[in-house]
């Protein structure tokens, strides 16, 4: 039976709930709410409370306080995807698939942010010190001083990160630990969100940039790191696809910086590499540039955050072996390649209704830019004509609903980077400023590409 000061909990968007139900009103999800004991319920505030309490003060924007410096940890790409170092004081979730490569980067970061003097703790609930150690060494980071403790008691952590002050924390993982206060076993919801809530309070009363490990699971068995989200200024979520060793660190939410910057990293056999030139990578071959490419590939241009990315788009379309042809894409929007095999359809009178189409973006990266869209047609119309695309291209533009081909946010820096990568030719919407070195073809109708590819 539940008591005055249960709640619910939603195991898979966080919400919280003062009764029951078999659907959470907030996401829609069934049979996900969980019972938190001991919180207090909206509008427990008691008026004896209210009464002991003293006013707040209220400062104005004006009076002088000075920013805190931010930690830079020494990792750009991590560094830069944080909005320019760690805020000290703030909170951090990085989440991911288990085995991505979490607690590798995190170690690397720790170790390169001790080297350059900061105060660092690691501490983990999943692996034994000398298993971080060997890690460490194995990575070549033997070298750096931070404070290692395999620990899961958030009492005795609160405790002595109390006592001892750092700049920088790192808990592996969230789910690992557990609060005396509640009796739920470690990586339960309410286990979670304890320990978050109190490791986050801890944060903000002057203590360290805090950095929280949350596994990302599909089965819902242990509580996944969505309820934290709500609690933490940051959330970077650390992607990869299986198979490729590549693996982009993106942020889902910050306060402190921008939310559509990537940072890009490649797993070897001395720990992460980082990429500063990912364009290079997601090109599908390495020597690139201008070489002859399959029928089927268009380079996109794409903008990852702030920095242009070059993208290899392969497309196949094959006569289907069924009635219901097959659509199936890895990188991209699949609702986006149905609007686009749409619009080739009819307007420019390209059909694909008896083939499957397959979609792939090389290297394993995820886009989401509209302006992907030529680039994907580009692909399409090269593979069903079975015709390369010019050599040295790259593509970009939107593709409206009438078969239009629309100008897209920051041309200049795309062919910019188009043209470092040796490539001389574009196919693009119509631009304001006529590049110098680089062929631009401006289209303005899809029908146009597809004339001039096929
Ligand atoms: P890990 O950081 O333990 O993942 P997570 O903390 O996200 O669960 O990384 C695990 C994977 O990374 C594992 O499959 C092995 C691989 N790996 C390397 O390939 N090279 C390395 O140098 C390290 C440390 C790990
Ligand atoms: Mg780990």
């Known amino acids: 039976m539940a008591r005055d000061s249960s709640q619910y909990i939603c195991r898979v968007c966080g919400a919280v709930h003062a009764k029951w139900a078999g659907q959470c009103s907030a996401c829609g999800e069934w049979?996900?709410?969980?019972?938190?004991?001991?919180?207090?319920?909206?509008g427990a505030l008691k008026p004896a409370a209210t009464k002991r309490a003293r006013g707040i003060q209220f400062e104005d924007l004006k009076s002088e306080?000075?920013?805190?410096?931010?930690?830079?940890?020494?990792?750009?790409?991590?560094?830069?995807?944080?909005?320019?170092?760690?805020?000290?004081?703030?909170?951090?979730?990085?989440?991911g698939d288990p085995g991505v490569g979490k607690s590798t980067l995190l170690l690397e970061v720790c170790a390169r942010a001790a080297l350059k003097g900061a105060?660092?703790?690691?501490?983990?609930?999943?692996?034994?010190?000398?298993?971080?150690?060997?890690?460490?060494?194995?990575?070549g980071l033997a070298q750096a001083d931070v404070a290692l403790a395999s620990a899961t008691a958030l009492r005795e952590i609160v405790a002595t990160l109390k006592r001892e002050a750092f700049d920088l924390v790192v808990i592996?993982?969230?789910?690992?630990?557990?609060?005396?206060?509640?009796?739920?076993?470690?990586?339960?919801?309410?286990?979670?969100?304890?320990?978050?809530?109190?490791?986050?309070?801890?944060?903000?009363a002057g203590g360290p940039a805090m950095i929280l490990v949350g596994h990302v699971t599909k089965d819902g068995q242990v509580a996944g790191p969505r309820v934290v989200e709500h609690m933490v200024d940051a959330v970077l979520n650390f992607e990869g696809e299986r198979g490729y060793p590549f693996r982009v660190l993106r942020a889902g939410k910050?306060?402190?910086?921008?939310?559509?910057?990537?940072?890009?990293?490649?797993?070897?056999?001395?720990?992460?590499?980082?990429?500063?030139?990912?364009?290079?990578?997601?090109?599908?071959?390495?020597?690139?540039?201008?070489?002859e490419r399959e029928p089927g590939t268009a380079v996109f241009a794409g903008i990852e955050g702030s920095r242009p990315v070059l993208v290899e788009i392969q497309a196949l379309s094959a006569p289907s072996a069924y009635g219901t042809p097959r659509r199936a894409?890895?990188?991209?929007d699949s609702g986006r390649l149905a609007m686009v095999l749409a619009v080739l359809e009819s307007r420019c009178g390209l059909g694909f209704g008896d083939r499957d189409i397959y979609l792939n973006v090389a290297g394993g990266l995820k886009i989401n830019e509209p302006a992907a869209d030529l680039a994907a047609a580009a692909a399409l119309i090269s593979s069903v004509c079975d015709v390369p695309l010019p050599k040295g291209c790259v593509v970009f533009g939107e593709i409206g609903l009438s078969g239009e081909v629309r100008a897209v946010g920051r041309a200049e820096a795309r062919l910019r980077e188009a043209m470092k990568l040796g490539f001389d030719k574009a196919l693009c919407p119509p631009l304001s400023h006529e590049p110098t070195d680089i062929a631009a073809t401006s289209l303005s109708r899809l029908a146009e590409a597809v004339e001039r590819i096929s």
């Open 254 to 291: 910050n306060r402190f910086g921008a939310t559509d910057e990537i940072g890009v990293f490649e797993m070897g056999d001395t720990g992460l590499r980082e990429v500063t030139n990912p364009s290079a990578l997601f090109l599908g071959d390495q020597n690139g540039d201008r070489s």
């Open 31 to 42: 049979n996900c709410l969980t019972e938190e004991v001991g919180g207090a319920p909206p």
């Open 329 to 332: 894409v890895v990188g991209w």
């Open 65 to 95: 306080s000075p920013e805190p410096a931010r930690l830079i940890t020494g990792v750009s790409e991590f560094d830069r995807v944080c909005g320019g170092g760690l805020v000290p004081g703030s909170a951090l979730l990085i989440s």
């Open 172 to 204: 592996d993982s969230i789910q690992t630990l557990w609060s005396d206060v509640h009796e739920a076993g470690p990586g339960s919801i309410v286990q979670v969100r304890a320990c978050a809530s109190e490791l986050v309070r801890l944060a903000k």
């Open 119 to 139: 105060r660092v703790a690691y501490l983990s609930g999943e692996e034994a010190v000398e298993q971080i150690r060997s890690r460490a060494r194995r990575m």
